[in-house]
């Protein structure tokens, strides 16, 4: 069963950082993607950034592109969500994701099978 545990979250000011952790368990990982999303009250959840869990290629939304690094840790099975130059509309509960990648090098941008609970993000401006 796989188990995904996201931490990290808090209340920043505008321009501050953070760095979201997500402990990923249940299973080898070699051939998935890890992701996260994340979703703002009132709309729809979705994607900030993805890895590759072998090779780390990583793909980011245009939104954060520049402000936010997704990487992995092989060692202890975590994957993170460094976050700088926070804006007030990053504000969301941030979800972090698993799927099954066999035959398909990409990263995708949906169709997500786990996640994790989920963690907030809250920036004032």
């Known amino acids: 069963q796989v188990q995904l545990v996201e931490s990290g979250g808090g209340l920043v000011q505008a321009g501050g950082s953070l760095r979201l952790s997500c402990a990923a368990s249940?299973?080898?990982?070699?051939?998935?993607?890890m992701a996260w999303f994340r979703q703002a009250p009132g709309k729809e959840r979705e994607f900030v950034a993805g890895?590759?869990?072998?090779?780390?290629?990583?793909y980011y939304a245009d939104s954060v592109k520049g402000r936010f690094t997704i990487s992995r840790d092989n060692a202890k099975n975590t994957v993170y969500l460094r976050m700088n130059s926070l804006k007030p509309e990053d504000t969301a509960v941030y979800y972090c994701?698993?799927?099954?990648?066999?035959?398909?090098?990409?990263?995708?941008?949906?169709?997500?099978?786990?996640w994790g609970q989920g963690t907030q993000v809250t920036v004032s401006s």
């Open positions: 890895i590759r869990w072998t090779g780390g290629t990583t």
């Open positions: 249940g299973r080898t990982f070699n051939n998935y993607a």
């Open positions: 994701a698993a799927v099954l990648t066999s035959g398909y090098s990409g990263i995708p941008r949906g169709g997500y099978d786990y």
